[in-house]
T-cell receptor, first 112, second 116 residues
Framework: TQLLEQSPQFLSIQEGENLTVYCNSS?????LQWYRQEPGEGPVLLVT?????EVKKLKRLTFQFGDARKDSSLHITAAQPGDTGLYLC????????????FGTGTRLTIIP | GAVVSQHPSRVICKSGTSVKIECRSL??????MFWYRQFPKQSLMLMAT?????????EQGVEKDKFLINHASLTLSTLTVTSAHPEDSSFYIC????????????FGPGTRLTVL
């Protein structure tokens, strides 16, 4: 059983459209991170959210941490081909836990 | 920013041989490093936690005698896949934990292992 479920698993949209990726769990996480991974490379950290209800913006990307710290979302506005990649959420389960639990991943393709 | 390197980036070996993968934190010291495995089109799965100067902690289902981890210094952890078989072919990724503030893992670029 995967602790962090991401949806959708695959998403292919036209350039300029908006999209939202969800990361859901029944467990509480002390913090949650979003990564983007290109083929053949390691994941690159996009953002860390720590406080329940927190919203962070990174240019066209908006990240939200659920009030109960069990879920998160990533919203991309006006998607561009450079946004293509595998998006992974990951969290520290509970508190004082150094181990990261990764989500199931969302493979995003932006069509020019 | 913090940099983590892995070597080699790609390796092809024959079945039955052993392969060593290095993970280095280049500009910070890391008492804790992590090893992950990623199969095609899947997410990262934690294999083990590597602690400097002590034995690694393995996740359930990961054979410690097959995946030997050594963390001999504050900047280097190694993963040795012993007696490799084709089912061990995967993308292996390490990360190093940099302390101070919210714990942040910095990931290496990964090592693609192909066992023939």
């Amino acid at each position: 059983t995967q602790l962090l479920e991401q949806s959708p698993q695959f998403l292919s949209i036209q350039e300029g459209e908006n999209l939202t990726v969800y990361c859901n769990s029944s467990s509480v996480f002390s913090s949650l991170q979003w990564y983007r991974q290109e083929p053949g490379e390691g994941p690159v950290l996009l953002v860390t959210v720590v406080t329940g209800g927190e919203v962070k913006k990174l240019k066209r990307l908006t990240f939200q941490f659920g009030d109960a710290r069990k879920d998160s979302s990533l919203h991309i506005t006006a998607a561009q081909p450079g946004d293509t990649g595998l998006y992974l959420c990951a969290g520290h389960r509970g508190f004082g836990n150094e181990k990261l639990t990764f989500g199931t991943g969302t493979r995003l393709t932006i069509i020019p | 920013g913090a940099v983590v390197s892995q070597h080699p980036s790609r390796v092809i070996c024959k079945s039955g041989t052993s392969v060593k993968i290095e993970c280095r934190s280049l500009d910070f010291q890391a008492t804790t490093m992590f090893w992950y495995r990623q199969f095609p089109k899947q997410s990262l799965m934690l294999m083990a936690t590597s602690n400097e100067g002590s034995k690694a902690t393995y996740e359930q289902g990961v054979e410690k005698d097959k995946f030997l981890i050594n963390h001999a210094s504050l900047t280097l952890s190694t993963l040795t896949v012993t007696s490799a078989h084709p089912e061990d072919s995967s993308f292996y990724i390490c990360s190093a934990l940099r302390g101070g503030g919210p714990d942040t893992q910095y990931f290496g670029p990964g090592t693609r292992l192909t066992v023939l």
